[in-house]
């Protein structure tokens, strides 16, 4: 056995012992899970990754994605052993002043991504290998996988993805250590998991290998092989054991999750030091150091967040109509001309989202990601991760298909950038499944989320531009499939958590808010309210979150304290319960119009009146006051 | 050709001809993505399948279901063909008085499954076929799908469950027809898609098979050979043309979703009759009777909903402590025990979320359903649909990934019974990844839905009681991690839309509503403030959605008209809104508690701090006063 080996597996068994100690000393935490992909992490971390620990940000390391989130003790493990964690932090892991969190989080400085809803890393690992490509750069992506967590679809949309992209720069490990949360995994359970995870591999376009797991000389050779050589994306199948080499509990059920009692953890680590004795008494000296292309020198990170992106002013003019998805579109290629850094995904519905022109513009940035929404998300990810700008289109209605991938994103503070088409029942007759009416809810969920509905195509211009200089969290952009009129002069600006007072008189009856297609409902109620003498103000609530508080109740004091929301979307966490809860303590009242019951096919007047959300709605309501 | 075939492409060429007609006179449909699909739908409804169109609900019918929801004319053209939709009726498509929406819902009688977001069908029919398996029928299910949706991540958690369950009686279709809405489909634009497609499915254990999608012959042998001597799930891949028989549009890009004008309309049917020329001069007189197992005598559909299902009274202590999600599995097992309908879906989590008693106790009413939440759901559906009761369980926060299916659940009217376990920051160490923080938004933004969120054993044990009697929609049960004291009788009752007062006396200061693990924080607030000589009133809010808006009110209108709303939840469509949006023209102030940050790793207490909304925080809101 050579001196690196040795080394290596004296890492392993390090990583291994401290990983039963952090565990036991929080008295929780997967240490069954990271003592099977020990062997793994020692080879990638200390010899066949290209990374400089020092620069963790060096846009030339390659990158570490670990998916199986909840073995992050061996993550942990691994920067103690790379020097960038003392005894005593590693041990304060999951303690509430720690940044060694249960599952890795963006407040741990060496975690590549937040995990730990299973599934999402590899979809992050193919957005970070299409930024390498998109970058010119030839660091490599590794996303290590439990074998449970393959069960889960997202997996398989990144794998057609890395496929069809031609991915030759990520390289996944299935940790295959036969055992999940509650029972062993389903491909366990029908016969030889590595051996149909191939096959399945295989049939999706990748080069799969399966390796021992625990072999170190067989691991090296494979990873470095797979790093260096491939046509395509790698997936390396390891063949482990959970809680290997720890005789009471390797291999065994009942042990996922589970920390050591104190008494265990003496016999774990007088078991572990038997077995690995020869790695426990290391005494040689390796000198292990961080491998980076020849001749290269560090660099630093991308500067995105340093320089403020000015777009030009556009250029429509008031009262023509266009669809606010339509400006959207144009809004991106406008930005594409000042901004290199902003790259374009979308689910294959580029021709109702206006990405296309986008495409049509930069094709080399236009990523098509198909009909594959969770995947989509976890690119986005990557690409933020790695200092682009992606901005990520798709009907509202399915951006709830990956609303666990915008969750984590959200964890991850990832600053995705998103425009959701087609909302509301103002689509017309594509019925339900397409409209979305949850978007607002789901978006405002998001911690630190922005939540933006421009009612026309300048706004929705400026709010592009905003978007793409907001990068400390997810913003997203509601758009309209409908044409509807330009109100604002080009010059206008619409800062985030603004709105615009529309109407505003001395003995106005009630505030309206509208957004999006309901503002001109607002306004046409305000006209038709006029010529029956009657006032009322009307506010264009451009930015739901924030919220402009301020004025929103400032308005309201001047009209009797009444407020009417109108809204083309569910009543819950949407715009009407977004108001009510912000002025709940100001003696404002709410009237609250939204569409509270299934809607179906039709005309957009026979469902804007069906919910009653339309400019009758506000008058109906405006007379009873 | 024999007489059969020729009736069967004259259906088809009526089904295409209507498919023209009716999407031309809406103004808008999918009428290629029909055109491709016509004699697939010829060959099932008029050969393949055994069922009985004057018994849409006979339980031994075969099952079909559309996937690609787009391509509903041609559903709503062969049941014009089967004789159950008048000219009159299917011409009257995606108008706002018609049951012949856009994409298929429920209005429309002849409908399996509400679909139109891609890649949620065959999750569906893998329930369907585990439901035929469960109630020992043999009627089969056939889920037709487009090629573009097999990117989607669902297909593949369907097919890998379908392969562990060894479903012999689920047949899927794939309408190869090349193109998507804005592109070729992946597969497509790498090489031969159906070549493709079949390694796929083959390595993931399906019989497959490549099959000339218009060869009426072929496809008749090929379905029935698949439906009658199965021994695993078939994927028929159907290699088709988008716009088939038109020449106009025929494997033509452009023509997704887009009906045609009058002038082309006419072009089309001459173009159609002429390709068609024998079948559009059909004059024999095959005759076509509904194909059911000899001798069979229909029966009615199942009776859940017209038989009351009582648990006898829980034999809970008061005092005790114990988990909700504990109750939760505990309560199942009594269910089992009293309704042989029920059965239990759980994500891999089964020994988190207490599935794991109801597995005990009824092994074969138990499906596991792996890490694969998105088909969970879906199997939901299909259970449901086929008269059984599911309950299913995960993390609260992982039924997020599922949002799409259970967006769609709720426009097909399923009545799933969903648990979510380990709500909010209470969980403590493991860390916002595993946090239920944003499910109660989405549970309440699901049409029609109902949201429960018990504090103790009991309230959850009646709540179960409830859910299984709730036969019209969604229902979601919230449950926590850690062990909470049981403070009601055996005997209390739980209607869903009510909610406890706990504490009220003559001098309130404010009206506290808690639920769940908050609850104990209120009346721990309760007593702390007491002692000073402070009073508030205590609502458990165990009902979230419907609210019992009457009660707080009232209760309120006691408290000095002040509230406080106290959750472990974001404040985004949470109870604080849900409650300050209910009460937003009454005149009460409304405090919200609620998680407004993102949380991390610690000890229940510290994240109870942490986020404000432990007694403390109550106790400091309320001295405001």
């Known amino acids: 056995m050579n001196e690196k080996i040795?080394?290596?597996?004296?890492?392993?068994?390090?990583?291994?012992?401290?990983?039963?100690?952090?565990?036991?000393?929080?008295?929780?935490?997967?240490?069954?899970?990271?003592?099977?992909?020990?062997?793994?992490?020692?080879?990638?971390?200390?010899?066949?990754?290209?990374?400089?620990?020092?620069?963790?940000?060096?846009?030339?390391?390659?990158?570490?994605?670990?998916?199986?989130?909840?073995?992050?003790?061996?993550?942990?493990?691994?920067?103690?052993?790379?020097?960038?964690?003392?005894?005593?932090?590693?041990?304060?892991?999951?303690?509430?002043?720690?940044?060694?969190?249960?599952?890795?989080?963006?407040?741990?400085?060496?975690?590549?991504?937040?995990?730990?809803?299973?599934?999402?890393?590899?979809?992050?690992?193919?957005?970070?290998?299409?930024?390498?490509?998109?970058?010119?750069?030839?660091?490599?992506?590794?996303?290590?996988?439990?074998?449970?967590?393959?069960?889960?679809?997202?997996?398989?949309?990144?794998?057609?993805?890395?496929?069809?992209?031609?991915?030759?720069?990520?390289?996944?490990?299935?940790?295959?250590?036969?055992?999940?949360?509650?029972?062993?995994?389903?491909?366990a359970l029908e016969g030889d998991g590595p051996e149909r995870f191939k096959k399945m591999f295989d049939a999706f376009g990748w080069r799969s290998e399966i390796v021992d797991g625990h072999d170190m000389q067989s691991l090296v050779t494979v990873l470095d092989e797979a790093r260096t050589n491939a046509d395509r994306p790698v997936m390396i199948i390891a063949r482990t054991k959970k809680g290997y080499g720890v005789a009471l509990m390797e291999d065994k059920e009942?042990?996922?999750?589970?920390?050591?009692?104190?008494?265990?953890?003496?016999?774990?680590?007088?078991?572990?030091?038997?077995?690995?004795?020869?790695?426990?008494?290391?005494?040689?000296?390796?000198?292990?150091?961080?491998?980076?292309?020849?001749?290269?020198?560090?660099?630093?990170?991308?500067?995105?967040?340093?320089?403020?992106?000015?777009?030009?002013?556009?250029?429509?003019?008031?009262?023509?109509?266009?669809?606010?998805?339509?400006?959207?579109?144009?809004?991106?290629?406008?930005?594409?001309?000042?901004?290199?850094?902003?790259?374009?995904?979308?689910?294959?519905?580029?021709?109702?989202?206006?990405a296309e022109l986008f495409e049509k513009a930069y094709p080399d940035r236009f990523y098509q990601c198909f009909v594959a929404e969770q995947n989509m998300i976890g690119m986005g990810i990557g690409f933020d991760r790695r200092g682009f700008i992606p901005f990520i289109s798709t009907f509202a209605s399915f951006f709830s298909r990956a609303h666990d991938q915008l969750r984590m994103a959200a964890i991850g503070h990832a600053s995705l950038r998103l425009a959701g088409s087609h909302a509301g029942v103002s689509i017309g007759q594509d019925g339900p499944s397409q409209m979305g009416l949850e978007d607002i809810a789901m978006m405002r969920g998001l911690p630190e989320s922005i939540v933006l509905y421009p009612c026309d195509a300048v706004s929705t211009y400026k709010l592009v531009n905003e978007m793409a200089n907001h990068h400390e969290s997810i913003s997203y952009l509601r758009t309209t499939r409908m044409a509807t009129p330009i109100i604002y002069d080009a010059n206008e600006s619409f800062p985030v958590g603004g709105c615009k007072v529309l109407k505003q008189s001395k003995d106005d009856k009630a505030l309206v808010l509208g957004a999006g297609v309901t503002l001109f409902e607002a306004l046409k109620a305000h006209e038709q309210l006029a010529k029956e003498g009657i006032s009322i103000a009307v506010i264009d609530l451009y930015s739901i979150k924030p919220l402009d508080v301020q004025t929103i109740i400032s308005v309201a004091r001047a009209c009797k304290n009444r407020i009417i929301t109108i809204e083309d979307h569910y009543p819950a966490g949407g715009i009407g319960e977004a108001v009510a809860a912000a002025v709940s303590t100001e003696n404002i009242e709410v009237y609250q119009l939204a569409v509270t019951h299934l809607p179906r096919s039709g005309q957009t007047e026979e469902l804007l009146a069906d919910a009653g959300i339309n400019a009758e709605a506000i008058i109906k309501r405006v007379k009873q006051f």
Chains 1, 2 share one sequence.
């Open 6 to 187: 040795s080394f290596l597996e004296h890492v392993a068994y390090q990583m291994r012992r401290w990983s039963i100690r952090m565990t036991s000393k929080a008295g929780s935490g997967h240490v069954s899970s990271s003592l099977s992909a020990a062997d793994i992490i020692a080879a990638l971390f200390f010899d066949v990754m290209h990374f400089d620990p020092d620069q963790f940000e060096n846009p030339n390391n390659d990158r570490f994605i670990l998916s199986k989130g909840h073995a992050v003790p061996i993550l942990y493990a691994a920067w103690h052993e790379l020097g960038k964690l003392t005894d005593q932090e590693v041990l304060s892991y999951r303690s509430f002043d720690s940044v060694l969190e249960g599952h890795p989080t963006l407040r741990f400085p060496y975690a590549e991504a937040a995990t730990g809803s299973l599934g999402i890393g590899l979809s992050i690992g193919v957005g970070e290998a299409l930024a390498a490509k998109q970058a010119k750069r030839d660091y490599k992506t590794f996303v290590l996988m439990g074998d449970s967590e393959v069960s889960e679809g997202s997996i398989w949309e990144a794998a057609q993805l890395a496929t069809y992209y031609k991915l030759n720069n990520i390289i996944g490990i299935i940790d295959c250590n036969r055992l999940g949360q509650s029972t062993p995994t389903m491909e």
């Open 254 to 354: 009942g042990y996922h999750g589970k920390a050591l009692k104190p008494d265990q953890e003496k016999v774990a680590l007088e078991q572990l030091q038997e077995r690995f004795a020869d790695a426990a008494s290391y005494s040689d000296s390796y000198q292990w150091k961080p491998r980076l292309r020849q001749g290269f020198v560090g660099q630093a990170s991308e500067t995105r967040e340093e320089v403020k992106i000015t777009m030009p002013l556009p250029t429509y003019k008031k009262g023509e109509e266009i669809p606010t998805r339509k400006a959207y579109g144009q809004s991106l290629v406008a930005l594409g001309a000042v901004c290199e850094q902003v790259v374009s995904l979308d689910g294959e519905v580029k021709n109702s989202t206006y």
